[in-house]
């Protein structure tokens, strides 16, 4: 069974500095990884989509990179703003399934 | 095009009521999943439809029950409510079977008293 584990589960940081969110998944057999952005009691956002045979994505200010060996994937955000304060969720598409498997997500708050 | 819409988006139901709540599919999309999300988890998958016919289900009771229409949009059912059925249902939409990733709604908020 797949399990997705997010890390850390909450951030804080000061507006304009660089950080990073960490993904990992225990059954490397996936098609994809997508890295969603929810505020407060609203849905989804889709921010990247990175295929099984990518290493890396790239929107903005946004990168996600993926190690399918090793079960990770990373998202960076460089210069974060107020406005990037939400929950940032990571959910793999298992190889087979075609369902997503989500992780709790991390909650990140960035301080003006 | 138009994104994934759901209704109604808040629902205030009774324990032992049934409630059905409604997704229409982004344009050109022929797959619906549907998910369940508890305060403070990652969203549950609870099923999902392509093409009209039932292509996978997570680990929920048969009272939870759905449906694709011809034009791809989507019902989710639910029976027998519970309080702990409580929680933010979303749907998501996409291409085929998720291989150019997942488009979700907005949500419907459904709160069983």
């Known amino acids: 069974k797949q399990e997705v584990t997010q890390i850390p589960a909450a951030l804080s940081v000061p507006e304009g500095e660089n950080l990073v969110l960490n993904c990992s998944f225990t059954?490397?057999?996936?098609?994809?990884l997508q890295w969603f952005r929810q505020d407060p009691g609203k849905g989804l956002t889709s921010l990247l989509l990175i295929q099984s045979s990518q290493r890396e994505q790239t929107s903005g200010r946004l990168n996600a990179s993926l190690d399918k060996s090793s079960g990770r994937s990373t998202l960076y955000i460089a210069a974060s703003q107020p406005g990037d304060s939400a929950t940032y969720l990571c959910a793999v598409v298992g190889a087979g399934s075609y369902q997503l498997t989500f992780g709790k997500g991390t909650k990140l708050s960035v301080i003006p | 095009e138009t994104g994934v819409t759901q209704s109604p988006t808040h629902l205030i139901k009774t324990r032992g009521q049934q409630v059905t709540l409604r997704c229409s599919s982004q344009?050109?999309?022929?797959?619906v999943s549907w998910y369940q999300q508890a305060l403070g988890q990652g969203p549950q998958f609870i099923f999902q439809?392509?093409?009209?016919?039932e292509n996978g289900r997570g680990n929920f009771p048969p009272r939870f029950s759905g449906l694709q229409f011809p034009n791809y949009s989507s019902e989710l059912n639910v029976n027998a409510l519970e309080l702990d059925d409580s929680a933010l249902y979303l749907c998501?939409?996409?291409w085929g079977l998720g291989d150019y990733g997942y488009t979700f709604g907005s949500g419907t908020r459904l709160t069983v008293v």
């Open positions: 439809y392509y093409r009209e016919e």
């Open positions: 344009s050109g999309h022929n797959t």
């Open positions: 059954d490397s057999a996936i098609y994809n």
């Open positions: 998501a939409s996409s």
